[in-house]
Nanobody
Framework: VLLVESGGGLVQAGGSLRLSCAAS????????MAWFRQAPGKERNFVAG????????FYPDSVKGRFTISRDNTKNTVGLQMNGLKPEDTAIYYC????????????????????WGQGTQVTVSS
């Protein structure tokens, strides 16, 4: 299984970026696909999640209304549209996949994720 992120870069505050995660190696119909981010010296935090089977989305309050996660079943990709970017959004962004545990997902539990991508850097200048 491979998760490969792309789309990171440098953007000014208030700008937008779109990240993409290309997933391969298995079907993800019973998986939660998620984005996490990790700033230097800080822990890795949940940013957004989407239930691949029905498209239900999940966000923490810190990004709700600014970030949008989506999936493309035909291309097997997961996107993260980020608008209104702030300097505090600067981090390495990771794509991750978690299989359903008895119909439940544990969004913020890093150990519950089965697969991780290598990450893509997002830098927001002030």
């Amino acid at each position: 299984v491979l998760l490969v992120e792309s789309g990171g870069g440098l953007v000014q505050a208030g700008g937008s970026l779109r990240l993409s995660c290309a997933a391969s190696g298995r079907t993800f119909s019973n998986y939660l696909m998620a984005w996490f981010r990790q700033a230097p010296g800080k822990e890795r935090n949940f940013v957004a999640g989407i239930d691949w089977s029905d498209g239900t989305t999940f966000y923490p309050d810190s990004v709700k209304g600014r970030f949008t996660i989506s999936r493309d079943n035909t291309k097997n990709t997961v996107g993260l549209q980020m608008n209104g970017l702030k300097p505090e959004d600067t981090a390495i962004y990771y794509c991750a996949a978690q299989s359903s545990r008895g119909g439940r997902y544990y969004f913020t539990d890093l150990n519950s994720y089965d697969y991780w991508g290598q990450g893509t850097q997002v830098t927001v200048s002030s």
